[in-house]
């Protein structure tokens, strides 16, 4: 497919090349109602300026774009002012966007904020194209076009540019060993979705520490979640539910981990006593529950620098290499020895979502 053209977009709006051209670099000499209508046909057409073209531009705009997965996950929230405030210190006005865990919401989010002359992108990615198994469209061009951006949290397998990522090796392999010396044998893991490079990564990470503590992977014992409250809430269900009884689980992120303590809650689950819980992020939430829980994270005030350092690095002309964090195992109170059976607690409990 051919790539998107000025006159592409000034053919669809109504308007001369050069009103488009004028509107998309910012020009002020330009009418609300002609702005209005080539904006957005550019969102439309997801028209993506070509890197020659951004390199006539004479001027900078001072601001850059960060696009997030779910601004109701508190471990998003947390990052997203790390790397607002780390670009307000370095002169740099944010717009962030909301992906919802969509790559079409991604897609519509980055093309609008091209179209308005974002100095680069921050950006955590959205999954690959479930038809096609390849990154969108409109991430290609946008890679293609030489636009300053970075990922971070999570990567695109196909997409080579900087990113900033977590490793939860070690600290998996931690958390499985005070499991295990608690006497836990049958342990659940609640992930989140394969599209998700840090989903894959924790999974691989769990069925790992698991064998480092002389343990075998039981695929029967995962559930895939999409890392929203409502798939942790069925988690716990099906953890309640399971005929291997498993007396401990790791959840692989807050919001999932939210929804399924509300459940057990419901359920009259005693978590440390009936059932030990570890989850990703150290949220509030986490810290606040009873008992508190144990938590996998990771500094997101040094990621978030360091992803603005990264795009600075790229807007300069750099290639900055790929930084890969290392998350650490907190334990906490709920942990407690292997109960005899959880599922035990399912009769009576409540059945609405």
């Given amino acids: 497919m051919n790539a998107v053209t000025i006159k592409d977009v000034a053919q669809a709006a109504g308007v001369s090349s050069a009103t488009a051209s004028r509107v998309l670099s910012g020009h002020p000499s330009t009418s609300a109602a002609s702005r209005e209508k080539v904006e957005a046909v550019a969102r439309e057409l997801g028209f993506v300026p070509n890197a020659q073209a951004r390199s006539l531009r004479s001027t900078k705009t001072d601001t850059i774009a960060l696009l997030i997965s779910d601004v109701r996950n508190p471990y998003f929230s947390v990052l997203a002012h790390a790397i607002e405030q780390s670009a307000h210190e370095a002169g740099l006005m944010t717009f962030i966007g909301n992906a919802n865990e969509d790559s079409a919401q991604q897609d519509q989010f980055l ?10 992108l921050i950006v955590v990615p959205q999954g690959l194209d479930q038809a096609a198994q390849r990154p969108s469209e409109m991430m290609s061009r946008i890679v293609a076009s030489g636009t300053p951006m970075v990922f971070v949290d999570r990567t695109l397998r196909g997409i080579e540019i900087p990113s900033l990522t977590a490793s939860s090796a070690h600290a998996l392999e931690a958390a499985i060993a005070a499991l295990t010396s608690l006497g836990h044998r049958r342990i659940a893991f609640i992930g989140g979705p394969d599209h998700a490079s840090t989903a894959r990564e924790r999974h691989l990470a769990f069925d790992a520490a698991l064998a480092a503590n002389g343990l075998p992977s039981d695929p029967a014992l995962h559930f895939a979640g999409d890392f929203k409250a409502g798939s942790g809430a069925q988690g716990a269900r099906w953890l309640l539910a399971h005929p291997a009884a498993p007396t401990a689980v790791v959840i692989a992120d807050a919001p999932m981990a939210i929804g399924a303590l509300t459940v057990w809650r419901e359920a009259g689950l005693k978590i440390s006593r009936d059932l030990s819980v570890i989850t990703f992020d150290e949220v509030d939430a986490m810290l606040m529950h009873d008992p508190p829980i144990a938590t996998i994270s990771h500094d997101l005030t040094l990621m978030g620098r360091a992803a603005v350092a990264a ?6 002309g750099q290639n900055p290499e790929r930084r890969e964090f290392s998350s650490h195992f907190t334990q906490r109170e709920s942990l407690g020895p292997a109960a005899a059976s959880p599922g035990a607690m399912m009769e009576g409990m409540p059945t609405h979502e």
């Fill in 311 to 316: 795009l600075q690095a790229v807007m300069a």
């Fill in 111 to 120: 093309a609008a904020m091209l179209s308005r002359r974002v100095d680069g």
